[in-house]
């Protein structure tokens, strides 16, 4: 069995509504291919201490799409997924291993909102293919190291702090 990828979607935006209207969008064209339209959404996103993961929730919850959990494992029980170095690691080898065995996939029926499919298709693969971790230095002398999780490397794709598309942290 493989994992499949259905759809792929990049925007560049400050303004948090666009970002919102691109999910709604996204989880919109899923629900409307027939192989989808009464599945459950399981939705995770990162648990930050900027609640961006509620106000994403609450978008979904205000464009009436239904049929939906999220992941709810953030301090006091909060919305979303508990990032931390450690599993960020364990996702990123995890994520090694199944490409190398080609346990992941485009799906038939893969789609993006925002870009042409080619070049969805050759952004996603590019993320996951390059997905790694990189140490910097402090950048004073009593700083901490800092890693960051990303596919976005070597100008291929610079890091955002789009809630969708960061895997950074501060170690603690």
Sequence with gaps: MRAQIVG?????????RQTHKLLV??????????IFAHCKFVLIFESNLA???????HAVEAAGIKNWVSLSEGQQGTLGWLTTNER??????????ALTVGRIAMAHEFFSNELKLTEAKLRIK????????????????FGKVRQTYTGKLYGILRATNDPLTRYSTQPS
Excluded: G, W
């Design 88 to 97: 960020k690691q364990q996702m990123c080898l995890l994520l090694r291993e």
């Design 8 to 16: 792929v979607d990049a925007l560049h935006t400050k303004d948090v």
């Design 126 to 141: 590019d993320e996951l293919s390059s997905y790694c971790v990189v140490t910097e230095p402090p950048k004073t002398t």
């Design 25 to 34: 969008e996204h989880l919109a064209t899923i629900r409307r291919m027939q």
């Design 51 to 57: 609640f961006e993961s509620q106000h994403l929730l």
